[in-house]
């Protein structure tokens, strides 16, 4: 059973960073995309940034300049530093990864992380 666990939430003040961790286990054969979104209170959930197994990423444009994703493969990790955080940053942060177990490909989440970020 393929199990996605974030970390690293919690309460920043405005201007300040946070860096999200999402720890992939279980029978993992090879993880492409890895992917974090989020849902602040009473909205859809969002996308944030994406990254590829071969690192290319991409992000959100509300992000863009602020939040960087990277991963290292060999702990099946992907991380996503937060810097000049703003209150409209607040929000569940959720991973999402693509992962091959048994020969298929499927996606999967996490239950999230809280980022409040407030004065």
């Known amino acids: 059973q393929v199990q996605l666990v974030e970390s690293g939430g919690g309460l920043v003040q405005p201007g300040g960073s946070l860096r999200l961790s999402c720890a992939s286990s279980g029978s993992i054969f090879i993880i492409y995309a890895m992917r974090w979104y989020r849902q602040a209170p009473g909205k859809e959930r969002e996308f944030v940034a994406a990254i590829t197994r071969g690192d290319s990423t991409n992000y959100a444009d509300s992000v863009k300049g602020r939040f960087t994703i990277s991963r290292d493969n060999a702990k099946n990790t992907v991380y996503l530093q937060m810097n000049s955080l703003k209150p409209e940053d607040t929000a569940v942060y959720y991973c999402?990864?693509?992962?091959?177990?048994?020969?298929?490909?499927?996606?999967?989440w996490g239950k999230g992380t809280l980022v409040t970020v407030s004065s």
């Open positions: 999402n990864a693509d992962i091959v177990t048994d020969l298929t490909l499927r996606g999967y």
